[in-house]
């Protein structure tokens, strides 16, 4: 009989959706399981007390995320028991922040620079052959905070704007790729990949979208391998456009939805994922 593992499942409203799945797994494995809702928070202690630690929420605040990193960190040095983590905190702080991803993904990742409020007009200036460029608030989120508009309108309007990213347009043809992976130590899975087709320029909030699978081939899986590791995330959603033969990314996603591909092309994505956190977890799972 496998061990049953304690799994702390930490969620948000706004990310409810996937969560029915991920129980439902859970509970058929007869694992023991603890939810904690992102407004109603355990102390640090009671979050590590589990087996595997699964952050499936909504949580933006870099200090809670820095907290947890300070507490594994500590319980380390002190040869205390880590939960096998879904996801580090150190990997969610570097997906929340797209400067951040980018410095991790420099030759992945559309031209873009850091926006100042001094330097603003000279790499503003870097796109005025152009039609678009992208102005991204580097914490924004399902599309949240961004906004394509041209060179010229885009100086008019962020001319002495501070933290925002000056970001190449890379326009679809097909839609914008999702490719969801799981990563731990050297085990390294895809999931699925599937492209979005939006009723806008952009997918996310507001936005519409019909779905169609992609086919896994050695260039998109070398791709999303790079992407994952880079990223440090364990459960990825890696957003990208194929463009010119060349696969860029977007950005990747900490706490990646598990509902579309289960819905739209019946792929069993909570049992794939559970597969994945058992063998990886660090507790015996033998007779």
Excluded at 9 to 20: G, I, N
Aim: aromatic letters at 10%; proline letters at 4%; one cysteine or more.
């Amino acid at each position: 009989m496998k061990k049953r593992l304690s799994i702390n499942l930490l969620t948000s409203r706004v990310f409810w959706e996937s969560m029915p799945l991920i129980i439902a797994e859970i509970a058929e494995r007869e694992h023991y399981l603890s939810i904690f809702d992102d407004r109603h928070m355990p102390t640090l202690e009671g979050l590590f007390d589990c087996d595997v630690l699964i952050d499936m929420s909504a949580i933006t605040d870099v200090e809670f995320y820095e907290k947890l990193k300070t507490e594994s960190l500590r319980r380390k040095m002190a040869g205390q028991k880590i939960p096998l983590m879904v996801d580090s905190p150190e990997a969610v702080m570097n997906s929340m922040d797209k400067r951040k991803t980018h410095a991790l993904m420099p030759d992945l990742v559309p031209e873009s620079y850091d926006l100042d409020g001094v330097n603003n007009e000279s790499m503003i200036a870097k796109f005025f052959d152009d039609e678009y460029l992208l102005i991204k608030d580097p914490f924004g989120w399902q599309a949240r905070g961004i906004d394509r508009l041209s060179p010229k309108a885009a100086l008019e309007k962020y001319r002495v704007s501070k933290g925002l990213i000056a970001q190449k347009y890379i326009p679809f043809t097909d839609g914008v790729g999702r490719v969801l992976t799981l990563n731990h130590a050297s085990d390294f899975e895809i999931m699925c990949a599937y492209l979005r087709i939006p009723d806008s320029w952009r997918t996310g909030e507001g936005t519409e979208s019909q779905y169609k699978l992609v086919e896994i081939d050695e260039k998109l899986r070398d791709f999303a391998k790079t992407a994952a590791i880079r990223s440090g995330l364990y459960l990825n959603g890696i957003d990208y456009i194929y463009k010119d033969g060349q696969y860029v990314l977007l950005e990747v996603n900490a706490a990646a939805g598990l509902r579309d591909p289960y819905d739209e092309f019946k792929i069993d994505t909570p049992k794939i994922f559970l597969d994945h956190i058992e063998r990886n977890s660090r507790v015996a799972l033998g007779d």
